[in-house]
């Protein structure tokens, strides 16, 4: 058994391709019409055929009961590319207690999407910012061999 990856329902496959490229740069893997493998193991399938494999008339948008999860190495340059486009939030960029930057919205079928910021940045961020190794483990509430394995780029 293996994890192949996460199919989402949409309403307008255009769309949604466009919105995964300009967005977050996934680029189509594979497009078979009425379904869509985009890198990193999204597949996007039309409400049309998934209706049918699911058996059912209704599909339910805007759950709020998961979320696609992303991260990013440069949050700050990602931030302001999102700026420029026209995005849905669930909630504007904020810090989590652990000191990870993410931010949440949602997809044009209001799948909810979340980018944070790459672990291994938030340890070099505080690190920059003149903490010591173990000032960083207490603040994340991580080990310390964890923090000492992203500071030597492990």
């Known amino acids: 058994m293996k994890y192949a990856g996460t199919l989402l329902a949409v309403a307008d496959m255009e ?14 893997a ?14 996007l399938q039309t409400l049309e055929t998934w209706l049918t494999f699911i ?3 209704e599909i339910v948008f805007r759950h709020h009961a998961g ?7 440069d949050m700050d340059a990602f931030l302001n590319r999102l700026e420029k486009l026209e995005i849905e939030y669930v909630h504007p960029v904020i810090e989590h207690s652990w000191g990870q930057r993410a931010v ?14 790459d672990m291994t940045m938030v340890v070099r961020r505080f690190w ?13 509430d991580v ?9 030597a780029g492990e």
């Open 15 to 28: 769309r949604s391709k466009r919105f995964y490229q300009e967005v977050l740069g996934l680029s189509v």
């Open 30 to 43: 594979a497009d078979f019409g009425a379904n869509v493998m985009l890198e990193g193991g999204v597949f």
């Open 55 to 57: 058996r059912s008339d």
């Open 67 to 73: 979320e696609l999860y992303f991260e990013e190495t």
């Open 104 to 117: 949440r919205f949602y997809d044009p079928d209001r799948h909810i999407i979340e980018v944070g910021e």
């Open 128 to 140: 920059n910012g003149g903490m010591t190794a173990e000032q960083i483990a207490l603040r994340m």
């Open 143 to 151: 080990p310390l061999d964890y923090v000492e394995a992203r500071l």
